[in-house]
């Protein structure tokens, strides 16, 4: 049984040293001011350079999503990002510190598309080497990141993060498959976003491989002057909404804090606001947007809002039709797009109408008592705070959009105190929006890592397990796939074991499907009639179906003997196949099913949780 949870803080009572103050880790006086120099216009931001983003709630379809600001300078800009630290000035009293350095750290490795050494985490978040060690140990025992040498690499399941705002906010679900549908019908490519405050925020990519194709991935923020969907979505900004996009221009003339966009070559200048806020009015005019190469040159794109159900008619989304001025001008996207853009915005507004309210679906469970029994584990190694500050975003998801903060305790199994102090914290990190008594999770949780993640692919998910499996088995592992034709594999990820004599395997390599392992793993699982040969018989695919693995002695290689078991996706079915190969001398038939089918079955559990968390809301490659 787990571990009891380790004591809870009171509310109003000091906290721990591993919760707050200063000590080890506390981000030197230097660093704080060069860190607030980026952030002069943002004094509730203060996880790093990548974490100045402001959030405030705005209506949805199902959940309130809020718009967030400026993110802070990308690496190689100003002063601000070189020295780019955690600011920890202006920090609520109860928020949770380490939780702050976390995030500051997932940041960091978004921004650095997925990999950064540890001392590279040192330098961009002004952190202790002791104590970036402490909260990378968490996020590895959280299963967020995994180590490779001196690299931290963020993993697949880091996406349940992300998963939870898209799944309290539907709109994936509901408008994906519409969008889809679009870019076959037009063969360009479709995205949907959101506001994010002052930026736009992608919650889907549909898009066309050609070589020259769209590179945005799902989670990626682009400044709302420089987009299509931006004047539409600011045609529902205040005041302040206004003033705090000044404030960013202001700050940050040349677009460095977006990295997902090319950083504008001169400054933004008065003619370049003047020009923005014409596209708004004639956005609100029109109920459509243009972008005539305004990201980079060549880019065209045109939007058109899906608004939500009732009668304020705000906007949920937006929808957008992206291509290349080598295959339509702006001119003609307006011309011959937009009709069938807005057929298929009328097609996702009825889909919103139609489609009730899911009903909640079960939240996590037996959080809190993981967190102990970590701690209890790995002592100090491990933060408590962090982890339990962590597991309150997954809390949220479908059906469960807005919840109470007894509703998160309830949720995580965590104290109310626990849960309050990180919704403070994630409040003010904007990460959490306030909507009376219940909390919203904002589009900003897509930073955590979802960029990077969302175009991963079954391989890169499978590898690091794959090396693991080898170095317990010492024998070499692969991952396969079946051919379009159904009549051979292609290996698609190895590690081979350092033997004099070893299976010698290459990545691509196809091999006839009915002679090894990993074929009649797949074969087993294929459509009938379009599968067997007159080397595979019925009889033996239906052994492999009910045995749940196939051992093959000898067949393909004289001496070779494999055994393989299937990976399957979210739907149940068999998409790839796990093998471990060895010579016929190393084990007997027997003892591949007793010692090493039990490390297989374990290992592919590991892959297809991974490939199941990352396939929720994005396409993950086979090959």
């Not at 592919?604 to 086979?622: E, K, S, W, Y």
Request: charged share 25%; with cysteine.
């Amino acid at each position: 049984m787990p571990a009891k949870p380790m004591p809870e803080t009171p509310e109003g009572s000091a906290p721990p040293a591993d919760e707050k103050g200063p000590g080890e880790g506390t981000t030197s006086s230097t660093a704080r001011t060069a860190g607030s120099a980026a952030r002069r216009n943002d004094p509730a931001a203060s996880v790093g350079a990548s974490a100045a983003r402001r959030g405030a709630p705005v209506a949805s379809v199902g959940a309130s999503a809020a718009r967030g600001g400026a993110p802070a300078a990308r690496e190689g800009a100003p002063a601000a990002r070189t020295a780019a630290t955690i600011d920890e000035r202006g920090v609520p009293a109860e928020a949770v510190t380490p939780l702050i350095r976390g995030i500051a750290v997932l940041r960091e490795l978004t921004e650095a598309d997925g990999t950064l050494s540890l001392s590279g985490l040192e330098r961009a978040t002004g952190l202790a080497r002791s104590t970036v060690d402490r909260i990378t140990a968490t996020l590895a025992r959280m299963g967020y990141v995994r180590f490779d040498g001196r690299d931290v690499h963020l993993s697949p399941r880091l996406m349940e993060l992300g998963n939870a705002y898209m799944s309290a906010l539907r709109l994936p679900a509901l408008l994906s498959p519409h969008a889809d549908a679009l870019a076959d019908e037009l063969d360009e490519s479709v995205s949907l976003a959101v506001a994010d405050r002052d930026g736009i925020r992608f919650i889907h990519q549909a898009t066309r491989r050609r070589a020259m194709s769209l590179s945005f991935r799902i989670g990626d923020l682009l400044p709302a002057e420089r987009t299509a969907p931006g004047p539409l979505f600011a045609t529902e900004w205040t005041a302040t909404d206004w003033r705090h996009w000044r404030d960013r221009r202001a700050s940050d003339p040349r677009d460095l804090s977006f990295t997902a966009v090319p950083p504008r070559t001169f400054g933004a200048d008065q003619r370049d606001d003047e020009t923005f806020a014409r596209r708004t009015e004639e956005a609100s005019a029109n109920g459509w947007s243009l972008d005539d190469q305004l990201i980079e040159p060549g880019l065209v794109a045109i939007s058109v809002p899906v608004r939500t159900p009732g009668g304020d008619g705000r906007i949920a989304s937006v929808a957008s039709v992206v291509s290349h001025t080598s295959r339509h001008t702006a001119h003609h996207l307006r011309t011959t797009l937009l009709p069938r853009l807005r057929s298929a915005v009328s097609d996702m507004e009825r889909e919103l109408r139609r489609t009730p309210p899911p009903e909640p679906g079960p939240p996590p469970s037996d959080l809190a008592l993981w967190t102990g029994a970590s701690k209890q584990q790995l002592g100090r190694e491990f933060i408590e705070s962090l982890a339990r500050g962590l597991t309150v975003l997954t809390a949220f998801g479908e059906g469960r959009p807005e919840l109470t903060l007894t509703e998160v305790a309830q949720a995580t199994g965590l104290a109310r105190a626990t849960a309050r102090r990180a919704l403070i914290t994630y409040e003010h990190l904007g990460l959490v929006a306030p909507a009376g008594r219940t909390f919203t999770l904002t589009p900003r949780v897509l930073s955590l890592g979802f960029p990077p993640l969302s175009r991963t692919s079954l391989p890169e998910i499978a590898q690091p397990h794959l090396a693991d499996l080898t170095s317990r088995i010492h024998e070499s592992t692969s991952l396969a796939v079946l051919s379009d034709s159904g009549e051979e594999i292609q290996y698609t990820a190895r590690v081979a074991t350092a033997r004099v004599m070893s299976v010698n395997i290459t990545v691509g390599t196809r091999l006839p499907a009915y002679a090894t392992a990993l074929g009649r793993v797949l074969l087993a699982d294929a459509p009938t009639g379009t599968t067997t040969t007159e080397h595979t018989h019925e009889g033996v695919l239906a052994s492999v179906r009910s045995r749940g693995y196939a051992l093959v002695d000898e067949e393909l290689e004289e001496g070779l003997r494999s055994i393989a078991v299937p990976i399957r996706d979210r739907s149940g079915r068999v998409v790839a196949a796990l093998s471990a190969a060895m010579h016929a001398s190393r084990r007997t038939p027997g003892e591949c099913v007793t010692d090493l089918l039990p490390e297989l079955t374990t290992t592919a559990t590991r892959i297809q949780t991974d490939l199941h968390t990352a396939a929720r809301f994005t396409d993950v490659p086979l090959t």
